[in-house]
C-alpha cells in the first residue's frame, strides 16, 4: 500500500471513530434524564400584635420558621440561586384592605396563581388583603387575606399555631442570580401611626426584610 494510500485509510479511520463518538455522546445526553431543578422550603406567619415576649408587643409582625421548626422574630430569609421556592405563609391577622388595588393580583409566582386554603386563585377581594409579601425587584407581588372579624379562636400572641384561626397561602417563585433583595409589605396596616405607614411597616424584623440570594 503506497504512503498515500495509508494516509487516506487512517483519516478514514479517525473520521469514523470521531463520528462513533459523537453519536455515543448525542444519545447520552437524549436519554439521560434533566437534572432535578433545586428547590427549598420557606414557611412564614403573620401576626396582628408580637403579644408580651417580644419588643413592641402591639406591632404587626412576620415571623420566620427555622430549620428546627421553631418560630424566629425575623425578616432575613436565605435562599438558593437558581431555584424554585415553595412559600408557605399562616395569615393570622384580619383584614386591612389595600390602598392600590394592583397588589391584589399575584405576580411572579408560578403561574401568577397562589392557593388560598387549598383553592387555586389569580386574585382576591383588595378590600379583604390583610397584608402582602412582595419582593419587587423579583417581581413578586402576593396578597394574603385576612381572617375574618368574627372568627373563632383568634391569635393574640406570637408565636400562632395551627389550632387557632388563619388562613393557608402556598405558592412558589424562582429566584435567579445571587443578591439581596428587599421584600415588604405594602398594606397599610401600623395602626395608631400616620397613614399606617410608619413604626413595623419602616422597621426591619417586622414587616420588612431581606431577602439573601445565596
Avoid at 408557605?88 to 391584589?104: C, E, H, K, M, V
Amino acid at each position: 500500500m503506497s504512503a498515500r494510500a495509508q494516509r487516506t485509510l487512517g483519516v478514514a479511520v479517525l473520521a469514523v471513530a470521531f463520528c462513533g463518538l459523537l453519536a455515543f455522546y448525542v444519545s447520552a445526553l437524549v436519554s439521560s434524564p434533566p437534572a432535578a431543578a433545586r428547590s427549598v422550603d420557606l414557611t412564614l406567619q403573620t401576626v396582628g400584635a408580637l403579644g408580651p415576649k417580644y419588643d413592641h408587643p402591639n406591632w404587626v409582625s412576620y415571623l420566620v420558621k427555622d430549620r428546627d421548626g421553631k418560630w424566629l422574630h425575623s425578616t432575613s430569609l436565605e435562599v438558593p440561586a437558581n431555584s424554585l421556592v415553595r412559600v408557605t405563609i399562616l395569615q393570622y391577622d384580619s383584614a386591612t384592605g389595600l390602598r392600590n388595588p394592583f397588589f391584589a393580583r399575584p405576580q411572579g409566582t408560578t403561574g401568577n396563581v397562589i392557593q388560598i386554603d387549598g383553592k387555586t386563585v389569580n386574585v382576591i377581594d383588595p378590600t379583604l388583603t390583610s397584608h402582602t409579601f412582595a419582593i419587587p425587584q423579583l417581581g413578586v407581588f402576593v396578597p394574603l387575606p385576612g381572617v375574618a372579624d368574627n372568627a373563632k379562636n383568634q391569635c393574640g400572641a406570637a408565636p400562632c399555631t395551627s389550632a387557632q384561626a388563619h388562613r393557608t397561602i402556598t405558592f412558589t417563585f424562582r429566584t435567579g442570580r445571587k443578591g439581596r433583595y428587599r421584600w415588604q409589605c405594602f398594606v397599610p396596616c401600623a395602626a395608631g401611626f400616620l397613614t399606617g405607614f410608619g413604626g413595623p411597616m419602616q422597621r426591619f424584623g417586622y414587616m420588612t426584610g431581606y431577602l439573601n440570594v445565596v
